[in-house]
């Protein structure tokens, strides 16, 4: 009886080892894609037998535009593609096979994009050994959820502590602020902005000193990340001006509830001259105003490819009225450094042109920092590094 009992519970090992195999699949074959190649050049493969047309599209522009580039098909239906030299850099990419775009099916690394999926790859050899993983001492990234007394309800931030911060229980730390982009949330940052890696390599150059890194979400009506709601699936990302609360400086206005979380929860230097406040397209919009509505919390600002209104002022919300005199208090507010960063490619360029002439009539000073490209993460992590090199 033994025996059989034996035998029968081998079965069912098996049985469920081989769904296990048929859940999580696997890849056959030794067909690769991408493969970076010591030139800088990336080959892109795909096996699609059925295909009559394959693309590649990604947000590199060395390849003319921003990277649509067609793959040519070879023997037993595998196409490919090489690029020409890239840039070190973190990419990201999808194919168009037949009018279909899917991520590419060899490459399990990916990411998240408001609601679209990218597969990604580096180049080295400059600012992308920042974007990856090396043997140096590394922070923690908590995910914590604070009483909003704005909404009355739970909202959740990411928060960057450096390598020293659990193990020096005595010293306290500078904090930056960093701000989303429309469509983006908490984690935005993180998986698409690699800034907990790029912190913990600056700090390991010595490039940068310690500090911690607060990620809130901007998004007044959602306390959360699409999916880490009480909405759970239902909710799903969305670009936020398609949400309730778009511009209605709820956010900006209550602010410093976040900073006043943080100071009570960390151990931060809670002065002026120990906080910074950046964001990129909607955060630099968000981060313009924060700093008007509250010019005694920073002493840093950071506007990347900054999605902003020069009419805000006509708006009917607190945040936004005496628009005038709030400029006035910020230019005679004392903080260190206003910084300003866009691409020539930037949709957003020309409002940021503007923008600047009207600082440049007030005599709000600044810096502004311009290069190629357009509204892309590859210039706003780039930007991160400048800023924080700037910093404390």
């Known amino acids: 009886m033994k025996k059989y009992l034996l035998v029968i519970l081998l079965a069912i090992g098996c049985i469920g080892t081989a769904l296990a195999q048929q859940n999580t699949s696997y890849r056959a074959g030794d067909l690769v894609s991408p493969v970076v190649n010591p030139d800088g050049t990336v080959t892109f493969s795909l096996q699609a037998p059925k295909a009559k047309k394959v693309e590649v599209i990604g947000d590199w522009e060395e390849a003319g535009g921003y990277g649509l580039m067609k793959l040519v098909s070879k023997k037993e239906g595998i196409w490919s ?25 060899l490459n399990p690394f990916s990411r998240r994009d408001v609601g679209n999926i990218f597969s990604i790859f580096y180049v080295g050899g400059g600012y992308g050994d920042l974007y990856q993983v090396h043997d140096v001492p590394h922070g ?12 009355q309800g739970q909202r959740r931030l990411q928060v960057y502590l450096p390598p020293s911060y659990l193990s020096d229980s005595h010293k306290s730390y500078p904090v930056l602020y960093l701000l989303h982009g429309s469509g983006g949330d908490e984690n935005a940052w ?77 151990r931060t230097d809670a002065q002026r001259h120990s906080r910074a406040i950046a964001g990129l397209s909607m955060g630099g919009f968000h981060t313009w105003m924060i700093g008007l509505n ?40 004392g903080y260190q450094l206003f910084w300003i960063a866009c691409g020539t490619d930037d949709f957003l360029y020309n409002i940021n042109t503007e923008f600047r002439k009207q600082l440049d009539e007030k005599k709000i000073p600044y810096q502004y920092r311009e290069s190629t490209r357009g509204h892309l993460w590859i210039n706003w992590r780039e930007y991160f590094v400048e800023f924080v090199e700037k910093l404390f």
Not at 81 to 105: H, N, Q
Not at 201 to 229: D, M
Request: hydrophobic share 35%; no cysteine; net charge negative.
């Open 140 to 151: 923690t990234v908590e995910t914590v959820w604070y009483a909003s007394a704005e909404t």
């Open 294 to 333: 509250h010019p005694q919390l920073f002493d840093y600002y950071g506007l990347f490819s900054a999605g902003l209104d020069l009419n805000i002022g006509q708006k009917p919300f607190a945040a936004y009225s005496n628009y005038e005199q709030k400029q006035t208090t910020f230019k005679n507010s």
């Open 190 to 266: 993180l998986d698409l902005g690699q800034i907990n890696r790029i912190m913990d390599n600056l700090i390991a150059q010595k490039r940068i000193r310690e500090f911690i890194v607060v990620l809130p979400n901007g998004t007044i009506s959602k306390p959360a990340a699409a999916g880490e709601t009480s909405d759970n699936m239902d909710f799903r990302p969305v670009m936020t001006h398609l949400l309730p609360d778009y511009k209605n400086g709820r956010y900006e206005a209550s602010f410093d509830e976040i900073v006043g979380f943080v100071d009570r929860t960390y």
């Open 81 to 105: 593609y090489t690029t020409p030299a890239l840039k070190s850099e973190m990419y990201m990419y999808r194919f168009i096979i037949d009018g279909v775009t899917v991520i590419d099916p």
